[in-house]
């Protein structure tokens, strides 16, 4: 595997203005469809480019545009309070807890989300690399082999039913502190442009997510926990004390403008963008019918 550096020369990339949202706590459906909203809102060429930065309220487990609803403990998860949502994009489960997740969402001939999938993901991952690196963070992305990279592109890993929980494997330009996932990022290609949505974990526990997806028996469910904690990891253990939400919104803001050339202008949601939001809330990312798709 090939680290990337984060500090990879892209002057080439014109000086650019997008819009940067910092959204309030909100339920899984509300935010997966604001992301959704905003890619809309970009189609018709209606806001700029669009970071946005946000939380979860309650904790909500998410599910992979493609995973089985056959992986959540319905029971466990109740009993916890926690939401569930489908997200649009693929990949397994996270539960989103303590955590800082961001979007970006643009046109197809943006160029700092213009070629391939991976180039985009590449060009991200930059940013994403600095802004860990203000917060002394000194994590890396590592480019995969080919091979492997061709078995997560066909989902093979998905489909095979492995595993189902998402922070334990690395994809391709993920980010990674001493061999370990730090954050994940998942994207979507539409007729009205991109999304690129991931979560970088602040504090807590990572295995809480077991809880709320099915095992056979738990000694099956105590492996998937050792299997994460060995893979995968927080903000809080690399820093060795917790990182606070705004503390790492501040981050990702000044390493976007600085990594990306970009003036990043604070901005809300339009009305058109609310109401649409409001819409894909109820028809969608709260009905079952999208939830239990798959």
Same mark, same amino acid.
């Given at each position: 595997?090939?680290?990337?550096?984060?500090?990879?020369?892209?002057?080439?990339?014109?000086? !650019?203005?997008?819009?940067?949202?910092?959204?309030?706590?909100?339920?899984?459906?509300?935010?997966?469809? #604001?992301?959704?909203?905003? *890619?809309?809102?970009?189609?018709?060429?209606? #806001?700029?480019?669009?970071?946005?930065?946000?939380?979860?309220?309650? $904790?909500?487990?998410?599910?992979?545009?493609?995973?089985?609803?056959?992986?959540?403990?319905?029971?466990?998860?109740?009993?916890?309070?926690?939401?569930?949502?489908?997200?649009?994009?693929?990949?397994?489960?996270?539960?989103?807890?303590?955590?800082?997740?961001?979007?970006? +969402?643009?046109?197809?001939?943006?160029?700092?989300? !213009?070629?391939?999938?991976?180039?985009?993901?590449?060009?991200?991952?930059?940013?994403?690399?600095?802004?860990?690196? *203000?917060?002394?963070?000194?994590?890396?992305?590592?480019? =995969?082999?080919?091979?492997?990279?061709?078995?997560?592109?066909?989902?093979?890993?998905?489909?095979?039913?492995?595993?189902?929980?998402?922070?334990? #494997?690395?994809?391709?330009?993920?980010?990674?502190?001493?061999? =370990?996932?730090?954050?994940?990022?998942?994207?979507?290609?539409?007729?009205?442009?991109?999304?690129?949505?991931?979560? *970088?974990?602040?504090?807590?526990?990572? +295995?809480?997510?077991?809880?709320?997806?099915?095992?056979?028996?738990?000694?099956?469910?105590?492996?998937?926990?050792?299997?994460?904690?060995?893979?995968?990891? +927080?903000?809080?253990? #690399?820093?060795?004390?917790?990182?606070?939400?705004?503390? $790492?919104?501040? $981050?990702?803001? =000044?390493?976007?403008?600085?990594?990306?050339?970009?003036?990043?202008?604070?901005?809300?949601?339009?009305?058109?963008?609310?109401?649409?939001?409001?819409?894909?809330?109820?028809?969608?990312? $709260?009905?079952?019918?999208?939830?239990?798709?798959?």
């Amino acid at each position: 595997m090939r680290e990337t550096n984060p500090l990879s020369n892209l002057d080439h990339l014109p000086r !650019a203005t997008w819009r940067v949202i910092r959204s309030e706590p909100g339920r899984g459906p509300w935010n997966m469809a #604001v992301d959704e909203a905003i *890619l809309q809102a970009i189609g018709r060429g209606e #806001v700029p480019t669009t970071l946005r930065l946000y939380t979860w309220q309650p $904790a909500c487990l998410s599910l992979g545009y493609a995973q089985p609803f056959g992986d959540v403990d319905l029971t466990s998860l109740r009993q916890r309070g926690w939401d569930l949502v489908r997200r649009p994009t693929g990949g397994r489960a996270i539960l989103h807890i303590d955590e800082l997740t961001y979007s970006v +969402t643009g046109p197809q001939n943006e160029p700092r989300l !213009a070629g391939s999938v991976l180039e985009s993901y590449r060009t991200l991952s930059q940013a994403l690399l600095q802004a860990l690196h *203000l917060l002394g963070i000194p994590a890396q992305a590592v480019e =995969k082999p080919l091979a492997l990279n061709a078995n997560l592109a066909n989902g093979s890993e998905d489909s095979a039913g492995i595993n189902p929980v998402c922070f334990e #494997v690395p994809s391709n330009y993920e980010i990674t502190i001493h061999g =370990k996932k730090l954050v994940g990022s998942a994207q979507a290609r539409r007729k009205q442009g991109v999304l690129q949505h991931g979560s *970088l974990p602040l504090y807590g526990d990572l +295995t809480r997510i077991i809880q709320a997806l099915v095992f056979p028996d738990a000694s099956s469910r105590a492996l998937a926990a050792e299997r994460l904690l060995a893979r995968a990891t +927080t903000a809080e253990a #690399v820093l060795g004390q917790p990182l606070a939400w705004e503390t $790492a919104a501040d $981050a990702f803001e =000044k390493a976007f403008g600085l990594t990306l050339n970009l003036d990043l202008q604070p901005g809300e949601l339009t009305p058109r963008e609310q109401a649409e939001a409001a819409e894909l809330q109820e028809s969608k990312y $709260a009905h079952s019918q999208w939830t239990e798709r798959v």
